[in-house]
């Protein structure tokens, strides 16, 4: 069955760093686009980025751009979002999520949070 | 990019229909047929229950249904649940080739 495991979320401080992974097992990874999604605590989903099957199609929501680096590696089955200047708006359970079909995330990891705080 | 507009919450008794709704613009939920539903109860990640406006993924109970009409989708929920209180949100491509969620809407099952 389709799995997604995210990890490297955490506290970290203003301006900081993070770089978040997802794990991917139970698929044929590179066929598909992954999606990084966000949810802030008691708010709703906000869509963070896209990455094409060979790594070379990506975009980002203007919240993020410039901040933010979606990658992966096939070879390992995992996706990554590099976050850097990190801000305290930026505190959420990150998401990765398989595109399914036609940007619908079709299946979910369990989310790692993020807090950005000083 | 804005969020979709929906209503922060609907209810309904056993046995009803509810019916949400997620209103956006041309250049997002009129301009293509990419609307997707999500469930997400208390602490899980979101589930797919709808996906390119009316088609439900394996395994999906058929109480639900999806439709759309210009610029505004709807997800109708029948016979509803006691296991259907939870937050629904839409979602649709767009012509900046992003994706776009709405606002959510919880449903409580009186």
């Known amino acids: 069955q389709v799995l997604l495991v995210e990890s490297g979320g955490g506290l970290v401080k203003p301006g900081g760093s993070l770089r978040l992974s997802c794990a991917a097992s139970g698929f044929t990874f590179s066929d598909y686009f992954m999606i990084w999604i966000r949810q802030a605590p008691g708010k709703g989903l906000e869509w963070i980025s896209y990455i094409g099957g060979s790594g070379t199609d990506t975009n980002y929501a203007d919240s993020v751009r410039g901040r933010v680096t979606i990658s992966r590696d096939n070879a390992k089955n995992s996706l990554y979002l590099q976050m850097n200047s990190l801000r305290v708006e930026d505190t959420a359970v990150y998401y990765c999520a398989r595109d399914g079909s036609n940007y619908s995330p079709d299946h979910w990891g369990q989310g790692t949070l993020v807090t950005v705080s000083s | 990019q804005s969020a979709l507009a929906q209503y922060a919450s609907v209810s309904g008794s056993p046995g009803q229909s509810i019916t949400i709704s997620c209103t956006g613009t041309?250049?997002?939920?009129?301009?293509?047929?990419?609307v997707s539903w999500y469930q997400q109860h208390p602490g899980k990640a979101p589930k797919l229950m709808i996906y390119?406006?009316?088609t439900r993924p394996s395994g999906v109970s058929n109480r639900f249904s999806g439709s759309k009409s210009a610029n505004t989708a709807s997800l109708t929920i029948s016979e509803l649940q006691a296991e259907d209180e939870a937050d629904y949100y839409c979602s649709s491509y767009t012509t900046s080739s992003t994706l776009v969620f709405g606002t959510g809407t919880r449903v409580s099952v009186l």
């Open positions: 041309s250049s997002d939920v009129g301009g293509f047929d990419y």
């Open positions: 390119d406006v009316s």
